[in-house]
């Protein structure tokens, strides 16, 4: 005799696929149930609050877009960098007899130490509002320092090189110190760094759009004012240019494309000149600076672009109000989950026998769906009206039928063996 095995499936905990849910989808819903002002008139207010934040979120989607176009834009402020050329001169044979501090034992050699040093002077119009701040190398690609010496005493060599690096930090100046106790002819060079690049104009084309140093768009701009102006665009076709004498002379054709024009005045551009300091490096004196000091011209982010910069950058705020959203939300699916407590409870008070029994039948019908047993409500199975209904009969004269023919086939095997 074959016994049946049984299978027994264990239903799943409700708190690990409520866990699991919760995981799976992050909950945004925001709004409270229309119901809710009828019991609490104060959640009207709530709704009102959400209608203004809508509002203002498009406000400051319209103004972070009017920043980033602003940012596109770039704004400097014009100021003056004063450059300071020093030196110092340690362990020098006079010193030492002016002191009369001379020891053989010494073995300290006489060295000095030439410094290059700058800052920003303060503004011509005092002003209330932060200024930039950059430090002097934060101007500068490189700098190089060529020392006057005889090569075969000082192997050193007598050319030294700074350039800036993208990992640096920027300072004040710079210094270089070296051995020797004799004076120094110095030349500097300092090769400007300019953001955005800047080419230095030849003197044909300089003449024509009254610029020396400029920037490559603005270069090309006011050759263009200048067409504009003298009228020289082709009636028929805007795109060529009828050159005049000046310009006949500069780019070397009578008429040209405008496409060619950028081609055209990049042949009269060419790199800045760098800025060359002479100095005489003294050892007679401790400490020696040069009679003159170089002014230069140059150009720093405004302090409003920086601050917008760092609006734009900035995700601190923004992490702060999803974290706020998120409180939001699990105070909105609290008063809905009361509200469907509420609603359970009252409509139980009004007619506990018929809820009750309504109740049990979804409950039932539920657990069946998710057991996945049978499609027929067990709970309706076990009233006598369900088998009132009409379909009863119909389906019991199937059953009969298949019972029949079921039978039949047993038999007629049964003959055949």
């Not at 992050?26 to 119901?35: A, E, F, G, S, W």
């Not at 009636?235 to 055209?264: G, N, T, V, W, Y």
């Not at 990049?266 to 002014?295: C, G, M, W």
Request: glycine residues 2%.
């Amino acid at each position: 005799m074959q016994h049946n095995a049984i299978q027994i499936r264990k239903r799943p905990n409700e708190s690990d696929s409520i866990s699991k849910h919760i995981k799976k989808k992050r909950p945004t819903d925001r709004n409270v149930p229309p119901k809710i002002e009828a019991y609490v008139p104060e959640s009207k207010l709530y709704t009102e609050l959400c209608e203004f934040e809508k509002n203002l979120d498009v406000s400051i989607m319209r103004k972070r877009l009017d920043i980033q176009e602003a940012l596109g834009k770039p704004t400097k402020v014009r100021r003056t960098m004063r450059i300071f050329v020093s030196n110092t001169a340690a362990d020098q044979t006079s010193q030492l007899d002016d002191t009369n501090n001379f020891d053989l034992n010494n073995e300290n050699a006489p060295s000095w130490t030439l410094k290059i040093e700058g800052r920003l002077l303060d503004p011509l119009i005092p002003t209330k509002k932060a200024q930039p701040i950059q430090k002097f190398t934060s101007f500068f690609k490189s700098i190089i320092v060529e020392l006057d010496r005889d090569p075969d005493m000082f192997p050193e060599g007598n050319i030294t090189e700074w350039h800036k690096q993208a990992s640096s930090s920027d300072s004040d100046g710079i210094e270089l110190k070296r051995k020797g106790d004799v004076n120094v002819n110095a030349r500097i060079i300092l090769v400007p760094d300019f953001n955005p690049q800047k080419y230095k104009v030849g003197s044909a084309l300089a003449g024509l759009i009254n610029l020396k140093l400029a920037t490559k768009p603005h270069i090309v701009t006011e050759v263009w004012n200048y067409i504009k102006e003298k009228r020289l665009q082709d009636e028929e076709d805007k795109r060529m240019i009828k050159c005049d004498e000046k310009l006949s002379q500069l780019f070397d054709a009578e008429q040209i494309h405008f496409s060619q024009l950028p081609e055209l005045i990049n042949l009269h551009l060419s790199r800045p000149d760098p800025i060359v300091l002479e100095y005489t490096i003294r050892v007679d004196k401790q400490f020696n600076q040069s009679a003159k000091a170089y002014d230069m011209d140059v150009e720093l982010d405004s302090v409003v672009r920086q601050k917008m910069m760092n609006v734009v950058a900035s995700s601190q705020s923004q992490k702060d109000i999803m974290a706020l959203d998120d409180k939001i939300v699990q105070c909105v699916q609290s008063i809905n989950n009361s509200k469907i407590k509420r609603d359970f409870l009252m409509q139980f008070s009004r007619n506990p026998i018929e809820f009750i029994n309504k109740w049990i039948t979804s409950q039932a019908r539920d657990l069946e769906a998710i057991l996945g047993e049978t499609k027929v409500n067990l709970e309706d199975v076990r009233q006598t009206d369900f088998y009132k209904q009409p379909w009863v009969k119909e389906a019991v004269f199937h059953y009969l039928t298949s019972k029949t023919q079921q039978r039949m086939q047993e038999l007629l095997a049964t003959q055949r063996q």
